[in-house]
């Protein structure tokens, strides 16, 4: 579907409000995942029904910024994904005379136009194709590029280009990735409770890994890319919409709408980046802390707290602060010995020792640091080297916060953080 990816994006632009952009792009998005869960809960086989539901949406995104949005446009676009394919199977010679009897066989709006009394059909099948795109067969890459994609309504191109890869590699991992469910033989329903559990946390850690990818890019010119957070901030607003009884969606919610409140603040004039401490609060979205708060604190009140509420709750309380000096550190320090109990990692620790040093100095925030230089999954990040330069900094110990400082800006791969660890290291005596 390479290109048909193009070609859509060519139509209405390759922002983020995806296939058709404006308005159309928005309906298209939304519409995608619920027409293709009709698709392959009628005829099975994934891959080919997503390639014939991306057929659609190229139709659809160049025909109706000319010709408006037909009455019933989620109809509309499961008649051409289902015509898609059919002649599709219809080129498959070995196939051709089972699957045309499986295409003559279905109701009379998925082979012709239906007519414009004709309601809609029923059902959303969104949260059962979340799920399927995180199948534990696919490791997590390829689970955010199917996300993207299948979900997200986005094109192959734009999902390439939100990742700095070619097209045709990122062409390549969407379609390894729909032949392994296949192969796995995952079918389309709900699964085990037990099972269901495990992938609702690797949808949410999907979910998660698009936007931070998207608020702190992994390599690249820039800081931020708007379009892989605000995709993450709608899926998962639909992921609540499905689930508004699951604390832990609500609480990714939350903190996602209130760490995407800084976004404007994050960065100077050059595109430089700015750290919290110094960044004008007066240009964070206000809304958007507000709908947060709101939906961590009303969270916490009915569900048990788990992390993604604990992390919500932690940037609620920055959020809350008026200026850097007046944040609540032993509050914040609290909540990451809470995170740290519920789900111990290497980054909570160190998120803990930064806090740490604002209350009770920067060598205890050392002491919390050391540690770490033995854990194969932090040891050489970028991130340990640079809170133990900022905390040495802290400490008057200029020489060896120098080093450090560097030694981040040698680890990491984004030229924005690259070049703001660099200025800390030259600014020192």
Known sequence: MTGAGSAVAGAGGSGPTGPGGGAVGDLLRGLAPRVLGLLVRRHGQFDACEDAVQEA??????????????????????????????????????????????????????????????QPPTGDDTLLLLLLCCHPALNRSAQVALTLRAVGGLTTAQIARAHLVPEATMSQRIRRAKQRIEAAGARFVLPSPAERDERMRAVLQVLYLVFNEGYTASSGPDLQRAELTAEAVRLTRELR??????????????????????????????????????QDRSQWNRAAIAEGTALVTEALTWSPPGPYQLQAAIAAVHAEAPTAAETDWRQIVALYR?????????????????????????????????????????????????????????AGDPAAARDAYRAAARSTTSRPERRYLESRATRLP
Do not use: C, Q
């Open 57 to 118: 949406l190229l139709a659809a995104a160049t025909r109706w910024p000319a010709d408006g949005v037909p009455d019933h446009p989620r109809a509309w676009l499961l008649t051409v994904a289902t015509r898609r394919l059919t002649d599709a199977w219809r080129s498959e010679h070995a196939r051709r005379d089972r699957e045309v009897a499986v295409a003559l066989r279905e109701p009379a709006y998925a082979a012709v136009a239906p007519p414009p009394d004709e």
């Open 241 to 278: 919409r499905l689930l508004p009884d699951d604390g832990e969606v609500a609480g990714l919610l939350a903190l996602m709408l209130l760490t995407d409140a800084h976004r404007d603040a994050r960065t100077g004039p050059d595109g430089e980046l700015v750290p919290l401490a110094e």
């Open 338 to 394: 809470l995170l740290g109990r519920l789900a111990p990692n290497p980054m909570v620790t160190l998120n803990e020792a930064a806090a740490v040093a604002m209350v009770d100095g920067p060598r205890a925030g050392l002491a919390l640091l050391a540690p770490l230089d033995g854990d194969g999954r932090v040891a050489g990040h970028h991130r340990l080297a640079a809170v133990r330069g900022h905390l040495l900094e802290l």
